[in-house]
T-cell receptor
Framework: NAGVMQNPRHLVRRRGQEARLRCSPV?????VYWYRQLPEEGLKFMVY????????ESGMPKERFSAEFPKEGPSILRIQQVVRGDSAAYFC???????????FGEGSWLTVV | ELKVEQNPLFLSMQEGKNYTIYCNYS?????LYWYRQDPGKSLESLFV?????AVKQEGRLMASLDTKARLSTLHITAAVHDLSATYFC???????????????FGQGTILTVHP
């Protein structure tokens, strides 16, 4: 019974490059969430997606960040032109329904050098 | 804006002792989570509390929810070293008071249990 799978687990990017983080939810889950854990700031909601739809992106920075959850394949969190302040742990979570328990993946640790 | 506040933020306990972590939140919600996080690891779901007066227990941990007081507690009984971790509470509330997985987390409580 695979849980939420994220890759890569660790990613190093130079300033100005792009970072793509992938998330495969628990099998059968159609609700995906992305959270960011910045040093000294705790965990913050970024975006909530269902298949092919963005439901709530109120936590996403206005520029450079985008997320998708296509009909086929994993959810992708894309960060363009990364800056040092983007260095953080990015957690994906999924649930079977919007009211059910939310399960977190192992996280993707992004380091921008 | 919803605020979720935990206290204490740091807790150093001796093995065998009891203690309580408190989680206060500012907006009505009927869904509250407790998670555990070990350093460099993901969040492990401990409890989901869904209604006023809910109490759940697992091993040495017991969580409760008082929605009227907007307070949840995580009680640790007879602590052991393996409980050392960071504990987060999180309130699930979105626009219009609906719950759909938009979690607002507390700051986390770093628990250290020593002999």
């Amino acid at each position: 019974n695979a849980g939420v799978m994220q890759n890569p687990r660790h990613l190093v990017r130079r300033r100005g490059q792009e970072a793509r983080l992938r998330c495969s939810p628990v099998k059968g889950h159609s609700h995906v969430y992305w959270y960011r854990q910045l040093p000294e700031e705790g965990l913050k909601f970024m975006v909530y997606l269902q298949k092919e739809n963005i439901i709530d992106e109120s936590g996403m920075p206005k520029e450079r960040f985008s997320a998708e959850f296509p009909k086929e394949g994993p959810s992708i969190l894309r960060i363009q032109q990364v800056v040092r302040g983007d260095s953080a742990a990015y957690f994906c979570a999924s649930s079977a329904d919007s009211g059910n328990t939310i399960y977190f993946g192992e996280g993707s640790w992004l380091t921008v050098v | 804006e919803l605020k979720v506040e935990q206290n204490p933020l740091f807790l150093s306990m001796q093995e065998g002792k009891n203690y309580t972590i408190y989680c206060n939140y500012s907006t009505t919600s009927d869904r509250l989570y407790w998670y555990r996080q070990d350093p460099g690891k993901s969040l492990e779901s401990l409890f989901v509390l869904l209604s006023n007066g809910a109490v759940k227990q697992e091993g040495r941990l017991m969580a409760s929810l008082d929605t009227k007081a907007r307070l949840s507690t995580l009680h640790i009984t007879a602590a052991v070293h393996d409980l050392s971790a960071t504990y987060f509470c999180a309130v699930d509330i979105g626009p219009g008071g609906t719950s759909y997985g938009k979690l607002t987390f507390g700051q986390g409580t770093i628990l250290t249990v020593h002999p």
